[in-house]
Structure formats: C-alpha cells, structure tokens
C-alpha cells in the first residue's frame, strides 16, 4: 500500500534526510521505524504525508505516486493518513471533544455526524466522559489517547506515529503502544517511529531499521538492535 | 464549500476579530477615517464628473449656416458626426425673435434693419465635453457651414482643471487604498500568528486552503465593511454640511443633491470595505499556507 522507490530526500541546506530507500509497507501492517537520532525516521514520515517531497524517487501511497501531488490534492490525501506525535499538538483552548472534531470539520460533516463519530473514536481510545475536559486538565497519556483519537476519526488507510511515547512514562507508553495495537488489530496500518527499546522488543512486530538516512535491517518480527 | 461550513467560518472569523478586539477596534478607526477621506475623494470625483457632463450639456455648439445652404443636408452631416447626441433648429425668424425678447425695449433698434441678418442656426448637443473641440473642427468642413462658435478659451481651461483635478482624485484614492490595505494585512497578521498552531493542524488533518484561509478572509471583510460603514455615515454627514454652506460660499458651481451622491459614495466604500478585507486577508495568511 505505501512503496518507497528509490526515495532520496536531501533538505535545501543539504543535510541527507533519506538516501535511495526502498521499502514496501502493506496493508494492516504495524511497523517499528528505529534508528538513531538523525537517521531519517521522521524524514520518511513526512514524505508520506506530503510535507516534504522527495528529491528523488517515488512516494507510492494507495497506486498514487505523491511526489507528483498537485497541490490541491494534498487535502485528500492527508484526509486519508493519521498523524500523532511526540508533543500531541493539541490546542489548548478547545476541549477534548473539540480537538477531535477539528478533523472532522474540514470534511464538512454535518453536526450530528461530527458529534457521533466523535463520541464514538473517544470511546474507542478510553476517554469516554472527558469530553468537556481541556486538554490541559488530562495526564499526558490522555492527551496523547485524544491526539490518537483526531488521528483515526477519519478512518484512515495508516496512522503515523513519531515517537508518540517519547514524553510518557514506560506504564502510559506501555497503554498507547496497546492503543495503537488496538487499531492496528481493527484494520488501520500503523507505522510507528521510536527510540522506545522495550516496547519495541516486546511487541515483537516488523522492524525496519534506519542509520544515515538508509534502512539498514527489515525484519518482520524484529528487536530493537540487531 | 458548503453554506453552513462558510457560516461557521466566518463566525470563527468574527470572534478572531474579537479576541482582539484592541486591536480590531485601533485597526478600524484608522481604517475608517481614512475612508472618509477616500470618501470625500469620491464625492469630489462624482461632482466633477457630473461638472464635465453638466458643462457639456450647456455649452453648446451653434453652427452658423449660409445663406441658401440646404438646412437638411447640414442637419444630417452634423448628426452624423460621432459624438453629436441631439441637434435644435433655430430658423432665421426664430433668431429674430429671440434676439428681440432679449433686448426688450431696445428692440425697435431691429427695425432699422431691413433684412433679417441673422443666419439659419444649429444647436448641437454633446456626449461629453471633451469632444466638443473635435466636433467644432469636423462641423467646420461641411459644406454650408459658415461659423462654428463655443467658448473655446474658457471651456479648454475648465475640461483641462477637471481632468487634473479627477486624476488627482483617484491618485489620492489609490494611495488611501494601499495605506489601509497595509493596516488590514498587519492586523490579520497578528490574528494568523495566534493561530499558527491551529493552521498547522488543520493542513495536517486536510484542510483545504479555502477552508484554512476563509476565517481570516471574513476577518478582513468584516473590518472593511464595519469601517465603510462608519466612514459612509461620517461622508454623508460631512457632505450634508457642505450642500448647506457651499451654494453661499460658492454659487455658480452645481453641486450634486445627496441622493444622487451619497448612496454611490457608500455603495463604492461598502465595495472597497471588501475588497480591502478579501485582498488584505490573502495577503497576510499566504506565507502560513506554504
Ligand atoms: N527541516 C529540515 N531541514 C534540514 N535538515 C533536516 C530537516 N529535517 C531533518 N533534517 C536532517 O535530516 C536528517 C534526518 O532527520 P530526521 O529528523 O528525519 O531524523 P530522525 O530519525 O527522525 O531523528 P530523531 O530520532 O532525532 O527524531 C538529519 O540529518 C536532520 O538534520
Ligand atoms: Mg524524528
């Protein structure tokens, strides 16, 4: 489902952000993407969803080939791609609910929909009952289950995680990495980049590792080092 | 986009406005004295185009026909010249006749005339006054033409003083345009600063550049159009002011009557009030959207 051909990504300041990678995640696929500091792992996701174009090769999401994106298309094709990062990005001032509908309303779903697919997502992640609630009042963990919670309530096709554990404590990394498993389980590819040695033994999935810009080492039930 | 996605837009836009409602408050004050300024430019515009067309309809062309020129024939020629809207007739006795109202008592002096020595006349009436030089040269050459006359000399100075004085005008109004369009892209800069975050949530999640732009579009239209709006009351008051002390001040310039100014004073203001926002807005959340 997403193919990387030959992708190299050197920034305009000429740092080498990913050199000639190759690599094939399918459907219902739950990847670790790990990989020193600087390696490329957040290189990669962004390409994905289109917030760097490659400099060379071809980003293939579904059978489209990405780097050639009009920009208008860009919409829909993020519509169909979950984000959730190490920060949540949530904004402070809305509530839970609110934060989560953020990304229904750019759909233009209606009302009804909006309050629906939302109770329904928030369920899903464990925050049933924390609707009202700003973002401010929740644990890190819980900001983290609604930033989960805005990256699905579209369905989409993958959900990218950058280290979506990074500033959580191993019991809460240990709960949102079972979230993401949980999502996994119910169809969504998930593609997680993390420095989170633990989890990543434990789980005991695919592990693409990356060094320098290139992935080093694909196993499909991969540890953390080799 | 749908109708109740731009409502809702557009109430996000209102309350951006509002959370900083100094500086929307500071942004539409200055935004709407210059407005008043701009409007007076307009009013001045409007009354010196009406100047040129009331100067065109008065001063007239006379043509002076020959004796025993065919009065048809000349008639035809000169409608036929571009710019020539309508032409009066006015018969040697018809001449006589006027020119005895005028001089009143003094009329017996005609008598002493024994033959009428008036010529056979055309009034011509113009499109605008601009022309009435070049239809003079054209009537000139028509065969049966003796004279042209028209206040050459003065009606030359007043078309010239109009146009500069129009080209300033508008000179002035585009400079008043770019001044506040400067002040609306400042401001709404402000707005899409605060929301950064929220702008780099939204494209992640798919937002369409409309969706992301259109709150701080009615941002800015809201601006313009409370701006116009206050500016429009403001001009009609200060026109009202001048209409009531302008005609002792001056009395032998026509003034256009309010409702002939005022209402496309403020239509153009309410007009310029939203193209101020739309192009403001644009301006400002453009990089953001990169
Ligand atoms: N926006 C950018 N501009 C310039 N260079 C960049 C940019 N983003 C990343 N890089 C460079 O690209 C390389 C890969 O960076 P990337 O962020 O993808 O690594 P990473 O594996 O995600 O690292 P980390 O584990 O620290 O998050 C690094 O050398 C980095 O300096
Ligand atoms: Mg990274």
Redesign the pocket.
Known sequence: MIHFIDVS?I????????DRVNLTVEKGEFVF?V????????????LITRE?KPTEGKVLVGSRNIARLRRKEIPYLRRRIGVVFQDFRLLPKLTVAENVAFALEVNELSRKEIRRRVAEVLDLVGLAGKERACPRELSGGEQQRVSIARAIVNNPLVLLA??PTGNLDPETSWEIVKLLETINIRGTTVIM?T?NETIVNTLQRRVVA?A??RTVRDEVRGSYQQ | MKIITLGKLAGEGMANLRARSGMGLTAITIITLAFVVLGLFLVLFFNLNSLGTSLAQKLQLRVFLTDGASIETVGESLRSLPGVEGLEFVSKAQALEELRKQLGERSELLDLVEENPLPHTYIVRVREAELIPGIAEEAKTIVGVEEVVYGRESLGKVLDFINTVSILSVVGMVIIFLATLFIVVNTIRLTVIARKEEIAIRKLVGATDAFIRAPFVFEGIFMGLASASLASLLADFTYRLVLERAPQAIPFLPILPREAVVPQVTLSLLGLGVLLGIVGSWVSVRKYLR
Do not use: I
Not at chain 1, 36 to 41: D, E, R, V, W
């Open positions: 990504k920034y305009p300041n000429g740092s080498v952000g990913l993407l990989g020193p500091s600087g390696s490329g792992k957040s290189t990669l996701l962004r760097e950058d280290e980049a420095h990356m320098e810009g």
